[in-house]
């Protein structure tokens, strides 16, 4: 974590200098947001190629779980480059969301898919609250874990709206399931709490790694921001944080950690919902966090009261692990 976040400390000025005139943010044009104009918005980029640093130099180069961990980092932040691109240099707003949808799905598939090859990982879902329902998906758990990593993606990618909003909601997320990647890796705390015996400690690194970074670049991030993690960082790192919920066997303990991360599309699909069926907006902008700005919430309080309940919430998915 200390290596990581050193790293981005150093290299954040250099990055956002040589980024600024090329890489320039596009703001929304409401509630002031033309001042972000210029602001790079591939911060992504520093950030996944200091995990990667930061792997290489810490982590346990034979652990199959590392290189899956960052294969599905790096596919999903291809995607997410390839739509910054065109946002910033195309002559349409970014990738098409079928198509985006399908190369989400494709990369999800292939993770998966090798970990299945590899690893040949328990088959079972593990609910919280309880110590003995656990169903066994069968091969059906490769649909289940595609439609996991999609959708934490997604719910990351929505999320990343205002300054340090996302940074400040995925660090806790990312030290929780840090956490449970130790434990659940741990035969004796495994056995202690109940939850399954898995190999997942080295993903504890992992997530050390990805966590120093989302400090370093908290650092750049907070208000006023002086560079976005763009597409390329939040599909990338919501898809990493998802690998390391499945591969602790406690996904079902994401919607918990990531309660911030639920309302968010939650928002979306009510506010779809509610247009479509009576014409009417349910809320005055989606995703959640827009609501809260035209209601006339400074920046820095929604992302700081959002990052309060993002933390209680961590809190209480780790609260779970041992109420059973």
């Known amino acids: 974590m200390l290596t990581a976040l050193f790293l981005m400390l150093v290299t954040g000025n250099k990055f ?66 390839l739509d910054d691109w065109r946002k910033l240099f195309g002559v349409c707003d970014g990738i098409m969301a079928r198509s985006k949808f399908f190369l989400q799905i494709s990369a999800a598939l292939i993770v998966v898919l090798l970990w299945f090859w590899i690893m040949h990982p328990d088959t079972s879902i593990w609910f919280p609250f309880f110590k003995h329902v656990h169903p066994d998906l069968g091969l059906f758990f490769i649909v289940w874990a595609v439609f996991i990593i999609v959708a934490t993606s997604n719910a990351v990618n929505l999320t990343d709206g205002l300054d340090g909003l996302a940074a400040n909601a995925l660090t806790p997320t990312v030290l929780t399931f840090s956490i449970i990647c130790y434990v659940a890796g741990h035969s004796k705390m495994a ?7 898995v190999p997942s400690a080295e993903l ?16 750049f991030n907070a208000y006023p921001a002086q560079m976005f993690l763009g597409d390329v960082g939040s599909l990338s790192l919501g898809a990493a944080l998802a690998f390391m919920a499945l591969a602790s066997k406690q996904e079902l303990l994401l919607p918990i950690a990531g309660f911030l991360f639920v309302i968010e599309v939650l928002s979306v699909l009510i506010q779809v919902g509610s247009f479509k069926l009576t014409g009417k907006r349910f809320f005055k902008m989606a995703p959640l966090h827009h609501h809260y700005e035209l209601l006339g919430w400074p920046e820095a309080k929604i992302t700081v009261r959002f990052g309060i309940l993002c933390l209680v919430s961590c809190l209480l998915a780790l609260m779970m692990l041992k109420l059973r």
Request: aromatic content about 16%; hydrophobic content about 60%.
């Open 204 to 219: 504890a690194v992992m997530g050390g790694a990805l966590a120093g970074a989302l400090f370093g670049f908290l650092w």
């Open 16 to 81: 956002i200098a040589a980024t600024q005139n090329t890489f320039g943010c596009k703001p929304r044009p409401f509630l002031g947001h033309n001042v972000k104009e210029r602001v790079p918005t591939i911060g992504g980029v520093l950030t996944l190629a200091v995990v990667w640093a930061t792997a290489l130099l810490w982590g346990n180069l034979w652990s199959p779980l590392l290189w899956l961990f960052l294969l599905v980092m790096t596919l999903f932040a291809s995607i997410g480059f």
């Open 191 to 197: 056995a202690y709490l109940v939850i399954p015996f």
